[in-house]
C-alpha cells in the first residue's frame, strides 16, 4: 500500500495524539515478540516506530528506560542489535493477553462482596474492586469467611454511580470512539493483499495499542457492570476480526526491514 | 387456680425483674382493650397489675403519664373510672400487632440495599435497617432509583457481623430465655379450666409483654439474616399457641372483679 494510504489508516486508529513510545514499544514485543526465542531488531522496531509517526531518537530513549525497568534485554550479533523481553517482561505481557485479546468477555459473573467495617482494610487484591467502604465489586465470590458475597445477574442494572466508578466517563467515551473506528478501518481494509509484513505488523501494533490502553484500564468485570454506552464489545469483536485477518508476521520478515523503507 | 401455683406460673414467665409499668400497661391495652369501644375499669387494671406484682400506686402514676403522653383517655361512670386508648394509641397499637401476634414470621425476603456514599443520606426510614455506611437490609428491595437491592436468599447465611447488626447478642440470649420459659409454660398449663378470667387476662399479658419486648426491639426482616442462636421462630411459636389456648376474656368478665380478689 502506497505510504500516504497507508498513514491514512493508522492515522484513523491512533487518532492525533501520539502514543506515548515506551508503551508502544511494550506493545511492540506483547504482540510480536512475546514468544521464549523471540527478538526484534532495531531496524524493524524503528521501521514500525516510524510508519505510526515516531523519531528513532525516541524509540532508543525509550528502548533504555525499558532495558532499565526490567523489560528487555539487548543482544548483539555482529554490528546489529536486537531487542527481546526479559522472563520478568514476558510474564507481564502474557498476563495482560488473555484480556487483550480475548474475543469474547473475560468474565461474566459479577459478585458484590461486602466485607466488616470494623475490621482492618485488607489488601487491595486484584480481585477485589472497591466501589465505596467495605464494597467491593469481583468476578467470584470472596474466599474469607466474614466476607459476604451476592451475584449480580445481567438483568440487575446496576446505578449509574456503581457502573461510573467501574469505569469512568472518559473511559467510556474512548471505548466508543475506537469501536467507531476500528469499524471504520474494518470497512477501509477490503483486502490486506497489499500491505507489506511490516505495515501489518503495525496496523496489529496500533489496534492492539489503543485497544490494551482501555482495556487495561478497565477491572476484569463482566460488560453488565459497566456503563450504558461502554463500547467495549463492539471493540473486543472488531479488534479479534481485524487481528484474525492481520496475521502476525514472521520476525525474520520484519529483519530483512531497513529503517524508514517498508 | 390457688394464688401460689398461679404466682408461680407468672413468675415463670417474667423473670425476677418486673417489669416497667407504663410499658406493661400499653400491653394490657393493645391485648385486651385494643377495639373500638373497649375500655377497662380501674378495678380489673389493678387486679391485673397486682397479679404481676404491681402496687396500685405504681398504676396511678402510669396511667396519669399513660394520659399525658396521649396514649389513653379516662372516662367516669358515677363512681367507677374506665381507660380505653386514645385513636393514635390505637394506631400505634394495631400497627404492632401483626407482628407481636404473628405464629409465621411476618417477612420472609431480605434484600441487601447498597445506596450512593456520595448523595446526602436519606431519612432512615422504617424499611432500611443500616449495617454500614450506605449498606442497609430491607425487607423489600429499594424504590429509589439509584439504589442496588440484592436479594439475600436462605442458603446465603450472613457472616456473623451483619446478624449481629440485625440482633445484638443480648437480645438473641433474651430470645432463648423466653423461648425456655414458654416451652415450660406450655408443658405445666396441662388445663386452663381453673383459670379465672383475671387469671387468663394476666397470662396473655405476661406472655405478650415478654414477647414484645424483644420482637419489637428487633428490626422487620426474616429469620435467617439473625444471628445463630436467634430463638424468635420458637417464641412466635409458643406465644401463638399459648394465647389460642387461653383466649382473650370479656370486658365485662374482668369488671366484675374487685382488686386483689382474681
Given at each position: ?40 531488531g532495531?531496524?524493524?522496531?524503528n ?125 467510556v ?9 476500528l ?44 456503563p ?26 520484519l ?8
Open positions: 500500500m502506497n505510504p500516504d494510504a497507508f498513514d491514512a489508516l493508522v492515522t484513523n486508529v491512533r487518532g492525533d495524539r501520539l502514543p506515548r513510545v515506551w508503551s508502544l514499544l511494550v506493545t511492540v514485543f506483547g504482540d510480536l515478540a512475546q514468544g521464549d526465542c523471540a527478538a526484534i532495531s531496524a524493524p522496531l521501521g514500525i516506530a516510524s510508519l505510526i509517526g515516531i523519531r528513532p531518537e525516541a524509540v532508543r530513549v525509550a528502548l533504555h528506560r525499558l532495558r532499565k525497568d526490567g523489560w528487555i534485554v539487548s543482544r548483539r550479533t555482529g554490528r546489529r542489535s536486537a531487542y527481546a523481553l526479559t522472563p520478568w517482561g514476558r510474564t507481564q505481557s502474557a498476563g495482560a493477553s488473555p484480556v487483550i485479546y480475548a474475543r469474547d468477555p473475560v468474565e461474566s459473573d459479577a459478585w458484590l462482596v461486602l466485607t466488616d467495617p470494623s475490621q482492618p482494610a485488607q489488601e487491595a487484591g486484584q480481585d477485589l474492586f472497591p466501589i465505596a467502604s467495605g464494597v467491593a465489586l469481583a468476578a467470584a465470590p470472596a474466599r474469607e469467611a466474614g466476607e459476604l458475597s451476592l451475584r449480580l445477574d445481567c438483568a440487575t442494572p446496576v446505578p449509574p454511580w456503581i457502573a461510573e466508578k467501574v469505569c469512568a466517563p472518559e473511559t467515551c474512548q471505548s466508543r470512539i475506537l469501536a467507531t473506528r469499524e471504520r478501518l474494518c470497512l477501509e481494509l477490503v483486502s490486506t493483499d497489499c500491505l507489506s509484513p511490516l505495515q501489518i505488523a503495525v496496523l496489529r501494533v496500533v489496534i492492539v495499542h489503543e485497544w490494551r490502553r482501555i482495556v487495561l484500564k478497565v477491572p476484569r468485570l463482566p460488560d453488565h457492570v459497566f450504558d454506552g461502554w463500547a467495549g464489545p463492539d471493540c473486543r469483536r472488531h479488534v479479534s476480526d481485524l487481528l484474525s485477518r492481520l496475521p502476525k508476521p514472521r520476525l525474520d520478515a529483519d530483512a526491514v531497513e529503517a524508514g523503507q517498508p
